[in-house]
Structures are given as structure tokens and as C-alpha cells.
């Protein structure tokens, strides 16, 4: 096991990963920006080292000063949280240069699963079905015009390099066709420094529904079940709930085992998240995310599993903790996204929170890094926390859920917290029938 995690991230991520550590009796050390000199993950870790001034490419994204941190304090490890560098191949590579883990999967994996166009390849390769579209990345009309006739209209135009809805443009007809490849390809560039795009066939009503995998990088694999992310803002997830209420028992068994099989047989190793849409029955791979997800608590609530410790358990060569067999799902989660942004608007409210009480009682979990008096800094996400709750079914989670949301208090700035009150008791929401599209058409229709 390691002797000493350096947690390189921020926030409630940070604080969520250096209470893992601690549990395990690991020595912590937390990298910080000067705005975060007050933050709770830096109150409360062992060590901390400022590496750089507020903006991120100078403090949380600078390789260098981090890999400087890790030899100043003699970490053996690091945990990258999720955002920042958890998904950056070169920084994985370094660490390994200088003998520290990276707390996730190999370079060459967070390498394949970060080119859209390589990581459907491979999904396709391991079995796991693809969205209908283009094999490779399309350079020229002509070519789009073919692709696009072969698997029909709508059409989206995605930019490989891309996420955050991106460099991703639809078609509805032919003549849509030519001013979408080229806007998103000129957004990629701009983006993503890669304006290669690729075309595939664009769902209608379909709902955003991921399985998390493990593997132990020695040939096995395993699933966790699945979440729901249909509720989105502009490809942001919102609101996370597992299971979803949109799958039966055989559905769910059938996706999870395809996904853990194909885990096992890529040899990945550590935390991972496969994506899909799903409509009409089935599912269709859109990318795999080879870090911890914002909303991995969901899981943990219906497994009862500790995901970094199975993280920092699978990194120092001690393997998973459970088999397949071994993980058992109860009752029902939901997680809701906290951020620092006016409701309706969503601009971001940075500002001194003068006040802040969160919830507590049977079932609720609150996973947040501020407190009364903390300054949220205009620098960074504005997420400031996740209110997670867990309940025997969907029924009573709901039923706990708008308990919740009544007596969660945050005062001083503006957050989403009347979002989800509005949401917890819209009959659609009740009843699990949404899609992708739902939530951006409510909110049009309540401006």
C-alpha cells in the first residue's frame, strides 16, 4: 500500500479523496492555487504546497510544479480526482518516468479512450455496440454526404478531441449538412487544438446512461451497475440517479456483462465509466471516461462500495476486492449537482457564502469542500457540492430527496438549489420519464 497520496485536484474531489486516504491510513498531501490557500482539503490534509497563482493552467494543470510537490513531500503516488489532469496521458507517463503511480489506468489507455474516433473503434473491437456512423475521422462533403445518406438523417457531427457538447453540430437534412461539418470543425480546432470530426447517427429521444467498470489490469473485469445522466444543460450533467428507471433486470445484466467483459479483455486497469445512449431498447457507445465520475457516490450508495478504495486498492497492485458475483445493488440513489449559478440564468455567483447548513438523517450524504465564510473563488467549476440520497426504492429516495432539498441552506450567493426543488416534484421527474432533451425544454418553457 502506498505510504503518502498526493491528491491533485481541488474542491469537494479533493476532500472526497483525502478522507478515502485517511480511512486507509495514508498520508496525504493536497497542491493548491493561491485562491485555495482557506480551502477545507487544505485544512485538513497532512501537507499542502501552493504550486502557482489562480488560473488553472498555472496551478492545478502545471505538470511540472505537481511532479515537483510529489518529490518536495515524498509522495508515492498520485490521485488525479476527476477534471484538471485525470485524463491526460502525458502526465500519467511523466509520473511513471519519476516512479510515482498515477491513481487510474495506463497512458495508453486514457490515450485511446480520449480520440472518440479510436475509442469507438475499440469498443467496436471488444464488442460493445456503437452508434451507426463513420469509421474515421471525415475530411471532405462528399464523403459526409455519403456517410450520412447511408445510415439516414438526423446526423450529429462530433469533434473526436471534443466533450462538453463541443465541436458537435446536428444535421437534419442534407442541405444542414456542409455549415455543420464545417462549424464543428472549426470549433474542435479552436477548442481542442484537433479539428478532426466524425458523423454519426443522431438519436431522437434517447437517454444518457453509463455503467461503471473496474479492472485490475491483469485480465479481469467487473461492473457496478449503471446511472442515468438524462438530465442534462447543455451536455452538462444536472441530476445522476442509479438504477435507471428506464431499465429492466436483463437489460441491465446484459449491458453491465458486455462492459465488464470488455474491461477484462482490454486489460484496463483501475476506475472507468463506459457511455451510452439508450432508445428503444438499446444501447449504443458514445465514449468511455478513464477517471472517477462527479457523480461515482450514486454507485457507492446502491453497492455500498468504497470506489477510491478500490481505486488506490487496484493502483498499488492489491487488485479488486470483489468479484462479480460479490456486488449486490440496493434500493435507489439520486445525486444532485450544487453550483454556484443563478437558477434561471445559470451565470456563475461567485462570492462569500455567509451561511450554509446541509441536510442530514438516514439515507443523505452531502460531499462539499465549503462552509460558512468560504469565498468561492471565479476561477474554477462552479460546482460546491453534491447532495446525494439513498432510499429503499425510488419512491421513498424522491420522498427523502425533497426533505432534503428543504433543509439544505446556502445563503450569500445564488445556487441551483431552487432547480431541483421545482424538479423533485415535476410529475415527469416522479415517474422517470425523461430523456436527453427534457430538462433544456423545461427550462425554455419556464423562461
Given at each position: 500500500?502506498f505510504?503518502?497520496?498526493?491528491?491533485?485536484?481541488?474542491?469537494?474531489?479533493?476532500?472526497?479523496?483525502?478522507?478515502?486516504?485517511?480511512?486507509?491510513?495514508?498520508?496525504?498531501?493536497?497542491?493548491?492555487?493561491?485562491?485555495?490557500?482557506?480551502?477545507?482539503?487544505?485544512?485538513?490534509?497532512?501537507?499542502?504546497?501552493?504550486?502557482?497563482?489562480?488560473?488553472?493552467?498555472?496551478?492545478?494543470?502545471?505538470?511540472?510544479?505537481?511532479?515537483?510537490?510529489?518529490?518536495?513531500?515524498?509522495a508515492?503516488?498520485?490521485?488525479?480526482?476527476?477534471?484538471?489532469?485525470?485524463?491526460?496521458?502525458?502526465?500519467?507517463?511523466?509520473?511513471?518516468?519519476h516512479?510515482?503511480?498515477?491513481?487510474?489506468?495506463?497512458?495508453?489507455?486514457i490515450r485511446?479512450?480520449?480520440?472518440?474516433?479510436?475509442?469507438?473503434?475499440?469498443?467496436?473491437?471488444?464488442?460493445?455496440?456503437?452508434?451507426?456512423?463513420?469509421?474515421?475521422?471525415?475530411?471532405?462533403?462528399?464523403?459526409?454526404?455519403?456517410?450520412?445518406?447511408?445510415?439516414?438523417?438526423?446526423?450529429?457531427?462530433?469533434?473526436?478531441?471534443?466533450?462538453?457538447?463541443?465541436?458537435?453540430?446536428?444535421?437534419?437534412?442534407?442541405?444542414?449538412?456542409?455549415?455543420?461539418?464545417?462549424?464543428?470543425?472549426?470549433?474542435?480546432?479552436?477548442?481542442?487544438?484537433?479539428?478532426?470530426?466524425?458523423?454519426?447517427?443522431?438519436?431522437?429521444?434517447?437517454?444518457?446512461?453509463?455503467?461503471?467498470?473496474?479492472?485490475?489490469?491483469?485480465?479481469?473485469?467487473?461492473?457496478?451497475?449503471?446511472?442515468?445522466?438524462?438530465?442534462?444543460?447543455?451536455?452538462?450533467?444536472?441530476?445522476?440517479?442509479?438504477?435507471?428507471?428506464?431499465?429492466?433486470?436483463?437489460?441491465?445484466?446484459?449491458?453491465?456483462?458486455?462492459?465488464?467483459?470488455?474491461?477484462?479483455?482490454?486489460?484496463?486497469?483501475?476506475?472507468?465509466?463506459?457511455?451510452?445512449?439508450?432508445?428503444?431498447?438499446?444501447?449504443?457507445?458514445?465514449?468511455?471516461?478513464?477517471?472517477?465520475?462527479?457523480?461515482?457516490?450514486?454507485?457507492?450508495?446502491?453497492?455500498?462500495?468504497?470506489?477510491?478504495?478500490?481505486?488506490?486498492?487496484?493502483?498499488?497492485?492489491?487488485?479488486?476486492?470483489?468479484?462479480?458475483?460479490?456486488?449486490?445493488?440496493?434500493?435507489?440513489?439520486?445525486?444532485?449537482?450544487?453550483?454556484?449559478?443563478?437558477?434561471r440564468?445559470?451565470?456563475p455567483?461567485?462570492?462569500?457564502?455567509?451561511?450554509?447548513?446541509?441536510?442530514?438523517?438516514?439515507?443523505?450524504?452531502?460531499?462539499?469542500?465549503?462552509?460558512?465564510?468560504?469565498?468561492?473563488?471565479?476561477?474554477?467549476?462552479?460546482?460546491?457540492?453534491?447532495?446525494?440520497?439513498?432510499?429503499?426504492?425510488?419512491?421513498?429516495?424522491?420522498?427523502?430527496?425533497?426533505?432534503?432539498?428543504?433543509?439544505?441552506?446556502?445563503?450569500?450567493?445564488?445556487?441551483?438549489?431552487?432547480?431541483?426543488r421545482d424538479?423533485v416534484?415535476?410529475?415527469?421527474?416522479?415517474?422517470?420519464?425523461?430523456?436527453?432533451?427534457?430538462?433544456?425544454?423545461?427550462?425554455?418553457?419556464?423562461?
Open positions: 500500500m505510504q503518502k497520496i498526493l491528491i491533485a485536484n481541488r474542491g469537494e474531489i479533493a476532500l472526497r479523496v483525502l478522507r478515502a486516504c485517511k480511512e486507509l491510513g495514508i498520508q496525504t498531501v493536497v497542491v493548491h492555487s493561491t485562491a485555495d490557500a482557506d480551502a477545507m482539503h487544505v485544512r485538513l490534509a497532512d501537507e499542502s504546497v501552493c504550486i502557482g497563482p489562480p488560473p488553472s493552467r498555472d496551478s492545478y494543470l502545471n505538470i511540472h510544479q505537481i511532479v515537483a510537490a510529489c518529490e518536495i513531500t515524498g508515492d503516488a498520485v490521485h488525479p480526482g476527476y477534471g484538471f489532469l485525470s485524463e491526460n496521458a502525458k502526465f500519467a507517463d511523466i509520473l511513471a518516468a516512479n510515482i503511480t498515477f491513481i487510474g489506468p495506463s497512458g495508453d489507455h485511446i479512450m480520449g480520440d472518440k474516433i479510436e475509442a469507438k473503434r475499440t469498443a467496436k473491437r471488444l464488442g460493445i455496440p456503437v452508434v451507426p456512423g463513420s469509421d474515421g475521422a471525415v475530411t471532405d462533403q462528399k464523403e459526409a454526404k455519403r456517410i450520412a445518406a447511408e445510415i439516414g438523417y438526423p446526423v450529429i457531427i462530433k469533434a473526436s478531441a471534443g466533450g462538453g457538447g463541443r465541436g458537435m453540430k446536428v444535421a437534419l437534412t442534407e442541405a444542414d449538412l456542409e455549415i455543420a461539418l464545417q462549424t464543428a470543425s472549426t470549433e474542435a480546432g479552436a477548442a481542442f487544438g484537433d479539428d478532426a470530426v466524425y458523423i454519426e447517427k443522431y438519436l431522437q429521444k434517447p437517454r444518457h446512461i453509463e455503467v461503471q467498470v473496474f479492472g485490475d489490469g491483469a485480465g479481469r473485469g467487473v461492473h457496478f451497475g449503471e446511472r442515468d445522466c438524462s438530465l442534462q444543460r447543455r451536455h452538462q450533467k444536472v441530476w445522476e440517479e442509479a438504477p435507471s428507471p428506464a431499465l429492466n433486470a436483463e437489460e441491465r445484466a446484459r449491458i453491465g456483462g458486455i462492459c465488464a467483459k470488455a474491461i477484462a479483455d482490454l486489460g484496463y486497469s483501475g476506475a472507468g465509466t463506459i457511455e451510452f445512449l439508450y432508445e428503444n431498447g438499446e444501447f449504443y457507445f458514445i465514449e468511455m471516461n478513464t477517471r472517477l465520475q462527479v457523480e461515482h457516490p450514486v454507485t457507492e450508495a446502491i453497492t455500498g462500495i468504497d470506489l477510491v478504495h478500490e481505486q488506490i486498492r487496484v493502483a498499488s497492485g492489491g487488485g479488486l476486492s470483489v468479484r462479480q458475483e460479490d456486488i449486490k445493488f440496493n434500493g435507489h440513489a439520486i445525486e444532485c449537482r450544487i453550483n454556484a449559478e443563478d437558477p440564468t445559470f451565470t455567483s461567485p462570492g462569500t457564502i455567509t451561511h450554509f447548513h446541509t441536510p442530514g438523517g438516514l439515507g443523505i450524504r452531502v460531499d462539499s469542500g465549503v462552509y460558512s465564510g468560504y469565498k468561492i473563488p471565479p476561477y474554477y467549476d462552479s460546482l460546491i457540492g453534491k447532495l446525494i440520497v439513498h432510499g429503499r426504492n425510488r419512491v421513498e429516495c424522491m420522498m427523502r430527496l425533497r426533505r432534503a432539498l428543504d433543509e439544505f441552506v446556502v445563503d450569500g450567493i445564488k445556487t441551483t438549489l431552487p432547480l431541483f424538479l416534484g415535476n410529475a415527469d421527474i416522479a415517474n422517470g420519464d425523461y430523456d436527453i432533451h427534457w430538462l433544456e425544454k423545461y427550462l425554455a418553457k419556464e423562461e
